[in-house]
C-alpha cells in the first residue's frame, strides 16, 4: 500500500497562511524603500512610523495572535509569526508589536474579565503598545534571583526596586512587570508615567529600533495584578513561550534579508572579469545558510503551530530550540553578508550595521541563547544541573 503525503505531512502552510504570509510580504515590500527612515522614525518620534501602523492595523495584523472574541483577527501564533517574519525580510524589525502580542497572549490566559477587557481589545486595534519590565542589573535572565519587591497595601500592589534592560519605555502604554511578592512571585501592569517611576535610557545605539531604558520603582501603585498573586511564574510561561516564537521568526526573517542582499551582491560584483559569487569562499556560506534557513523556519512555524493547538508539552523546549537556532542563524547570516557587500555594508545610510548589531544582540536577548540551552539540556536531556 502506498501512503499519499499530505500538505500537514510535508509541512506546508495552509492555502490560508499562504495568503496572510503574500499579503505581508507585498505590505512590507512597499516600506523595504524606507527601511531606515521607518526604524529612525520609531526613535525620534516615540511612535511607530504612521503610513507602516496605519497599514499594519488596516490588516489586522496588531490583534493577529488574538481570537475574534477578543477583536483579533484569530490569525493565531502562527499567523503573527508569519507577517513580523515578512517584514524582518525587508528589513523591518517591529519589536514593540511582538512584546504586545506576547503580553497580550499571557492577559488572555491568566488575566481577569476586567484585564482582558480593558486592553486587549486595544491591543488588537493597534492604539496600545505593551512592555515588559522583568530582567535586573544583579539577576539578569535568572528571575529567580530578581530583588524587585511588589506587595500587597491595602488592596493595592505596591512596586519597589529596579529593572534593567527595558526595551521601548516611552512607546508603550503599561509595563508588565515582574517581582517578589510575600509568597512567591507576582506580575501586574503599571503605567511609566505613574509617580514614583523614574526613567533613565541606557545607551545602547537603540537596539532592535527601540530605546533601552532602567527604571527605579520607588513605591508605585500598579494598575492590576496579571494572573494570580504569588503566581508570577504562570504568568510568564505563556509570554515566554510566544516571545521566543515571534523573536525566532524576527530573527529568520532577519536572515532571509541578509541572504537576498548577499546573493543579489555576490551575482552582480565583478572583480577580476566574473561575479564574486563563483568563488567558493563567498558561494559555500551562502548556501550553508540557505540550508539552515530553510529548516530554522520549519521549526519555527511548527512550534508556532504546536502553541496554536495547546500542545503545551512541547512549546517550552521547541520554543527554546527555536530561538537559539534562529537567533545563531540571524548572526551568521548578517556576518557573512557583511563580508559580500564590503565597503557598502559599513555606509551607516544602508543601515547595515544596525541590523549585524541586531542580530548579536538576539543571542544575548531576549533570553540569552546559554539561558534558552540551560533549559534543553535540563529538561530534555535530563542532564545534572549545578545549583
Not at 525587508?90 to 476586567?114: F, Y
Not at 537567533?327 to 544596525?354: I, K, P, Y
Request: net charge negative; glycine share 8%; with cysteine.
Amino acid at each position: 500500500m502506498t501512503l499519499a503525503a499530505t500538505a500537514t505531512q510535508l509541512f506546508e502552510l495552509s492555502p490560508e497562511y499562504r495568503s496572510i504570509q503574500d499579503r505581508a510580504r507585498l505590505v512590507a515590500a512597499e516600506f523595504a524603500p524606507e527601511a531606515v527612515a521607518v526604524r529612525r522614525h520609531t526613535l525620534e518620534h516615540a511612535e511607530i512610523h504612521p503610513g507602516l501602523w496605519r497599514a499594519f492595523c488596516e490588516n489586522g495584523w496588531p490583534g493577529a495572535i488574538l481570537d475574534h472574541k477578543s477583536g483579533g483577527s484569530g490569525l493565531g501564533l502562527l499567523g503573527a509569526a508569519l507577517v513580523l517574519e515578512a517584514f524582518a525580510e525587508q528589513g523591518i524589525v517591529l519589536w514593540m508589536p511582538a512584546l504586545s502580542a506576547a503580553i497580550g497572549w499571557a492577559i488572555d490566559r491568566v488575566g481577569s474579565d476586567t484585564l482582558r477587557g480593558t486592553w486587549l481589545p486595544r491591543i488588537a486595534a493597534g492604539t496600545a503598545q505593551l512592555g515588559m519590565a522583568a530582567t535586573e542589573p544583579e539577576a539578569g535572565h535568572n528571575l529567580f534571583r530578581v530583588r524587585t519587591e511588589i506587595r500587597e497595601d491595602d488592596g493595592r500592589f505596591v512596586v519597589t526596586g529596579r529593572k534593567r534592560i527595558t526595551s521601548g519605555v516611552d512607546l508603550a502604554d503599561r509595563l508588565l512587570v515582574f517581582g517578589r511578592g510575600s509568597d512567591g512571585y507576582t506580575t501586574v501592569l503599571v503605567d511609566p508615567r505613574a509617580p514614583g517611576v523614574t526613567v533613565t535610557e541606557v545607551p545602547m545605539r537603540f537596539r532592535e529600533g527601540v530605546r533601552q531604558f532602567q527604571l527605579d520603582f520607588d513605591a508605585v501603585v500598579a494598575d492590576a495584578v496579571v494572573g494570580v498573586p504569588g503566581q508570577g511564574l504562570l504568568t510568564l510561561w505563556p509570554f515566554t513561550h510566544v516571545e521566543r516564537v515571534l523573536t525566532a521568526a524576527i530573527c529568520t526573517g532577519m536572515a532571509r534579508h541578509c541572504l537576498d542582499h548577499a546573493v543579489a551582491h555576490a551575482k552582480s560584483r565583478v572583480i577580476a572579469s566574473e561575479p564574486i559569487g563563483a568563488n567558493q569562499a563567498l558561494a559555500h556560506p551562502l548556501a550553508h545558510l540557505h540550508a539552515r534557513s530553510a529548516a530554522v523556519g520549519l521549526l519555527v512555524r511548527r512550534t508556532a503551530a504546536r502553541i496554536d493547538a495547546d500542545d503545551d508539552q512541547n512549546a517550552a523546549a521547541d520554543a527554546n530550540a527555536a530561538k537559539v537556532l534562529a537567533a545563531d542563524l540571524a548572526f551568521d547570516s548578517a556576518d557573512h553578508a557583511m563580508q559580500v557587500l564590503g565597503a557598502e555594508a559599513w555606509d551607516e545610510r544602508h543601515g547595515w550595521l544596525d541590523l549585524y548589531l541586531d542580530a548579536r544582540l538576539a543571542r544575548s536577548g531576549p533570553v540569552s541563547n546559554e539561558f534558552a540551552l540551560n533549559y534543553l539540556a535540563e529538561h530534555v536531556l535530563g542532564l545534572p544541573v549545578r545549583r
